[in-house]
């Protein structure tokens, strides 16, 4: 059956010129100008224009792109004052322009870097709504993780990705990870290790264990190499849908489990299930939104969890009844910081 749309309520007249919410509102919903600054940061145009003004033909040169084409988009960029048109057809970077030359910045804004493909996702927002499954496997014709581990360098723009946001939250939350553990910490799907090697820091009596994928457990034991904590750390290439090390007093999930779908969740827990001692806790570091007043990030990753992996964040509930499905039992959730909480799971029984 065709889904009911409700009956569309016709203006009476002309729109009125003095009402200044629909210019507003095509300004928000301008999908060419979040594109145009992207494309250019991709192109790298603001590294040309670092040293001073530059003819559009001279630009097009240095990106290898079309000259007229190029001129068109530099023209967008002067009407959004990232560039300047300081001559006919010269152009220099403008007040918005200047920002662009820093690296974080441009690495969340190079759309073919890790957060640009995350963020070209949402082109398949509208699939995701309709039928409630990942956007990104039909916009780019493979799943995230089929594509990074096919594509190094995106693996390790992600990598860079994670590492950029781990430096802001790790630091809040590594002291209260470490105080939750006692021997040793197993961290699951870690990345490239920088919570692993935070909380050791805090607790020179813990022994670490990393369970990754090959490119970031490399990456993290070059980290761990580098920290001086190779005699206190083990690296586990493999995958957290196969057996885990077993017998160990706590494992670390963060920001994994709000990665995958529910049964595959489930799949991931049950794992740690298996491996959990008597007495052993599993420790989720996620999101934890209020289900009547979700956080706007919240809501924000939500989205984007849905749009990339065909995920959500979930509810203390929805935790609960994952855990229920895995053979765990939720018993606390706390809030650690940045909109992290920690979600603590026992063995049933
Ligand atoms: C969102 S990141 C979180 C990384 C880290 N825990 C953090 O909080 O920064 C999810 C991690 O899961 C890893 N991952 C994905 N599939 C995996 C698998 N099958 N087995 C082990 N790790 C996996 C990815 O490589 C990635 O590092």
Redesign the pocket.
């Known amino acids: 059956m065709e889904p009911r749309r409700p009956a569309v309520r016709r203006s009476p007249g002309p729109p009125d010129p003095d009402d200044p919410r629909p210019l507003r509102l095509r300004r928000l919903t301008d999908l060419l100008t979040p594109t145009a600054v992207r494309l250019a940061v991709s192109l790298g145009v603001p590294d040309v224009l670092a040293a001073g003004p530059r003819t559009a033909d001279a630009i097009a040169a240095c990106c290898g792109t079309d000259p007229r084409a190029t001129l068109g988009l530099l023209r967008r960029l002067v009407v959004c004052d990232v560039l300047e048109e300081v001559r006919p057809r010269v152009f220099a970077l403008g007040e918005l322009g200047e920002p662009l030359l820093d690296d974080h910045l441009r690495a969340f804004l190079d759309l073919d870097g890790a957060a640009g493909h995350l963020d070209r996702a949402w082109a398949g927002l509208g699939h995701a709504v309709r039928t409630g499954t990942a956007a990104y496997p039909q916009v780019f014709g493979r799943g995230f993780?089929d594509h990074l581990a096919a594509d190094p360098a995106l693996a390790a723009s992600f990598d860079s990705y994670?590492d950029q946001w781990?430096a802001v939250w790790v630091p809040a939350v590594a002291p209260g990870l470490a105080a939750r553990a006692a021997r040793s910490v197993v961290?699951v799907?870690?990345?490239t290790g920088?919570?692993l090697a935070a909380v050791l820091e805090q607790d020179p009596t813990l022994f670490g264990t990393l369970?990754?994928?090959e490119a970031?457990a490399e990456r993290a034991r070059e980290r761990f190499t580098g920290a001086g904590l190779d005699e206190r750390t083990s690296v586990v290439e493999?995958?957290?849908?196969d057996a885990l090390p077993p017998g160990e007093p706590l494992y670390v999930l963060?920001?994994?489990v709000h990665?995958w779908p529910d049964d595959a969740a489930v799949a991931i827990l049950r794992r740690c299930a298996e491996a959990l001692p008597a007495g052993g806790r599993v420790l989720l570091?996620e999101r934890v939104p209020d289900p009547d007043r979700p956080s706007r990030d919240d809501v924000v990753m939500d989205l984007r969890m849905l749009v990339v992996f065909g995920a959500r964040e979930r509810t203390r509930t929805e935790f609960a009844e994952l855990a229920r499905r895995a053979g765990l039992v939720l018993t606390s959730v706390e809030e650690a910081a940045h909109g992290l909480s920690f979600v603590e799971l026992r063995r049933e029984g």
């Open positions: 993780w994670m781990a961290d799907g870690g990345g920088g919570l369970v990754e994928q970031s493999g995958s957290f849908f963060a920001q994994v990665d570091v």
